[in-house]
């Protein structure tokens, strides 16, 4: 609900400012490889030296209301 009204109050900005000035879009990227050594599976038995491969992707949308607020989606 918060959000619905944050995006009303964006959308009710004067019609002289520029719109890519108002919304950013963000993101990041990881990519990772990582040794595992000496760990347990979940039932405490030992699991076998492993390598492994950890990706990660982030983005989001920023808008920026007014001069002092602003909102953030991120996933």
Do not use: P
Not at 18 to 37: I, K
Request: proline share 0%; hydrophobic share 40%.
């Amino acid at each position: 609900m918060s959000l619905a009204c944050l995006l009303g109050t964006a959308c009710d900005l004067s019609a002289d400012e520029d719109e890519q000035s108002r919304f950013r879009l963000f993101g990041d990227f990881r990519l990772r490889l990582e040794q595992d050594w000496d760990s347990l599976q979940g039932d405490g038995i030992e699991r076998d030296d492993r390598l492994r491969l950890r990706i990660r992707l982030r983005g989001g949308v920023e808008a920026r209301i007014n001069d002092h607020w602003s909102a953030l989606v991120a996933a």
